[in-house]
C-alpha cells in the first residue's frame, strides 16, 4: 500500500533529509586514497547521532553498518570494513540514511577517489544526469514507470546497463515502503503519481552487463556486484511528489 503524506508530514520529514544530506556531503569529502570504509562508516555514524537522529541501515536487517559502502564493482550494499581501503582510480557509492522525529531520509552519491579513467568519469556523469532526468518525471499526473523509462533511456542511450533486481522506493516511517520504483519500464506504465507520495529514485548503472552476481553468504549475506566485474554507479535521492511541478527533494541541505 502506498502511503500518500500530508503537507504537515512532508515538512517533517524534511529534517530526516536534511541530516541525511548532510551526513552523506560529509563523509563524501572525506574520500580519499587510504582511507578505510570503516572510517568513512564511523565518521557518518557520530554525524547523525550529532544532530539527534539515527542512521536509518545501522541494524536494518542485521546490516552492521551506518552507511552502505560499495566499491567499483560492489553496486550496493556494501559493509563498511577496516580492510576496505580506498585505492586512487576507486569510485565508491556512498548511502546514507538518517531517522529523526519517525521519519527516513535516504540518500546516495558516487565519489571518485582520486583520478579516475575518462571512461568512469562517464559513467558517474551519466549515471548523475539519469537520476535527474528520473526526478524530473516525479510529477503528479504521470505514472510511475516513466521514471524508470527516462532513466533507462538516458543510461543506455549511453551505453551502460541498468540494474534490474535493486529498485528504488517509497520512504516514510519505514525505509522501504511501497511501490518499487525501477530503473526502467515503459512510458504510461504504473500506478500514477500522486501528490504526497514520496519515493527515493536510485538509479544503478553498469559501465557493462547489467547482471548481478552475489550476494553472497560467506561476505555477511548483502554486498551485489557487477557480473562481469565492471564499475557501477548509484546516485540516490528522496523526493515528494507535488500537486504541481517538479517534486521537492527532502535530501537537501537547504531546510
Ligand atoms: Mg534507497
Known amino acids: 500500500m502506498i502511503h500518500i503524506k500530508k503537507p ?7 529534517l530526516a533529509g536534511k ?21 568513512l562508516d564511523r565518521f557518518a555514524e557520530e554525524y547523525i547521532r550529532m544532530q539527534g537522529a539515527t542512521p ?9 553498518g551506518s552507511i552502505c559502502a560499495s566499491i567499483n564493482d560492489a553496486i550496493v550494499h556494501g559493509i563498511p570494513g577496516e580492510d576496505k581501503i580506498l585505492q586512487e582510480g576507486d569510485i565508491i557509492s556512498i548511502d546514507t540514511g538518517a531517522v529523526i522525529g519517525g521519519w527516513v531520509g535516504d540518500n546516495a552519491w558516487t ?16 549515471t548523475e544526469q539519469s537520476m535527474w532526468a528520473g526526478i524530473d518525471q516525479a510529477r503528479s499526473g504521470n505514472h510511475l514507470e516513466d521514471i524508470g523509462h527516462t532513466v533507462q533511456t538516458v543510461a543506455e542511450g549511453a551505453g551502460f ?19 518499487n520504483v525501477p530503473n526502467f519500464g515503459r512510458k504510461g506504465r504504473g500506478p500514477k503519481l ?3 507520495m514520496v519515493i527515493a529514485i536510485e538509479p544503478m548503472v553498469c559501465a557493462g552487463t547489467f547482471r548481478t552476481r552475489g550476494p553472497y553468504p560467506e561476505e555477511g549475506g548483502w554486498t551485489v556486484y557487477t557480473a562481469d566485474g565492471k564499475c557501477a554507479a548509484h546516485f540516490e535521492r528522496t523526493v515528494a511528489i507535488q500537486a504541481d511541478g517538479a517534486p521537492l527533494i527532502l535530501t537537501s ?3
Open 8 to 14: 504537515a508530514e512532508i515538512e517533517e520529514m524534511k
Open 19 to 39: 541530516i541525511s544530506a548532510k551526513a552523506l556531503r560529509k563523509t563524501g569529502e572525506l574520500v580519499r586514497p587510504g582511507i578505510s570504509t570503516l572510517d
Open 56 to 64: 536509518a541501515f545501522l541494524g536494518y536487517g542485521g546490516f552492521k
Open 111 to 126: 565519489y571518485a577517489v582520486g583520478e579516475i579513467d575518462a571512461e568512469t568519469q562517464r559513467l558517474l556523469e551519466v
Open 161 to 179: 546497463g541498468v540494474v534490474r533486481e535493486y529498485v528504488g522506493h517509497g520512504v516514510g516511517h519505514d525505509m522501504h515502503e511501497d511501490p
Open 194 to 196: 500522486k501528490a504526497g
Open 253 to 255: 541541505e537547504e531546510w
